[in-house]
Nanobody, 115 residues
Framework: QVQLVESGGGLVQAGGSLRLSCAAS????????MGWYRQAPGKQRELVAT???????NYADFVKGRFTISTNYAKNTVYLQMNSLKPEDTAVYYC?????????WGQGTQVTVSS
């Protein structure tokens, strides 16, 4: 089992920045992909960014150049640095981990960007 706890969400003005953190605990061995997804009201959950154990990253087109995903393996934590935030970035952001064939999700943290 893997438990994920997100933090760092909040209310920010357009153009501002936030840094999300996701701390993992439990059975962390065998994790292949870590990432962030988001879900806005009335919309499906969508991929924001992922990072693999070898450091390869993948970003959704709508965040390229603005968001950066990174990890601190010693602290068992994955981060999402969000810059130049836009109102359309408003959503609940979820930490995600894939371990083998299993997927684990955090409880989500609300990000609200005011115009």
């Amino acid at each position: 089992q893997v438990q994920l706890v997100e933090s760092g969400g909040g209310l920010v003005q357009a153009g501002g920045s936030l840094r999300l953190s996701c701390a993992a605990s439990g059975s962390r061995f065998g994790i292949s992909i870590m990432g962030w997804y988001r879900q806005a009201p009335g919309k499906q959950r969508e991929l924001v960014a992922t990072i693999t154990t070898d450091g390869s990253t993948n970003y959704a087109d709508f965040v390229k150049g603005r968001f950066t995903i990174s990890t601190n393996y010693a602290k068992n934590t994955v981060y999402l640095q969000m810059n130049s935030l836009k109102p359309e970035d408003t959503a609940v952001y979820y930490c995600h981990v894939r371990r083998g064939v299993n997927n684990y999700w955090g409880q989500g943290t609300q990000v609200t960007v005011s115009s």
